[in-house]
Nanobody, 122 residues
């Protein structure tokens, strides 16, 4: 199971750190990705990390602002979000049990969390 946390209300330009904690299994050997979905929009893959080698992948919309990382000891993946913009408002999900970091293929990820809401507003 995955559990996201860390969402909230933040002003434009602010920062948040999202956490994706796994229970019942380790995050080894799989891709772990963050997706988001805003009302009326399709689910968007924004970042991914391969737990095998630590390689990462980012969508152009967040590149340079967001950073994905992993704490193996805590079995947790983080998404540090800086320079938040109004357009970043969405429900953020983490997902795992995917064979690769294909951000455009959410269907390859088997296990999903319930999501955490991020609202950017002045």
């Amino acid at each position: 199971q995955l559990a996201e946390s860390g969402g909230g209300l933040v002003q434009p330009g602010g920062s948040l750190r999202l956490s994706c904690a796994a229970s019942g299994a380790t995050l080894d050997s799989y891709a772990v990705a963050w997706f988001r979905q805003a009302p009326g929009k399709e689910r968007e893959g924004i970042s991914c990390i391969m737990t095998t080698d630590g390689s990462t992948n980012y969508a152009d919309s967040v590149k340079g602002r967001f950073t994905i990382s992993r704490d193996k000891a805590k079995n947790t993946v983080y998404l540090q979000m800086n320079g938040l913009e109004l357009e970043d408002t969405a429900l953020y999900y983490c997902a795992t049990d995917g064979p690769s970091c294909s951000l455009k293929l959410p269907s390859i990820f088997i296990t999903w969390g319930q999501g955490t809401q991020v609202t950017v507003s002045s």
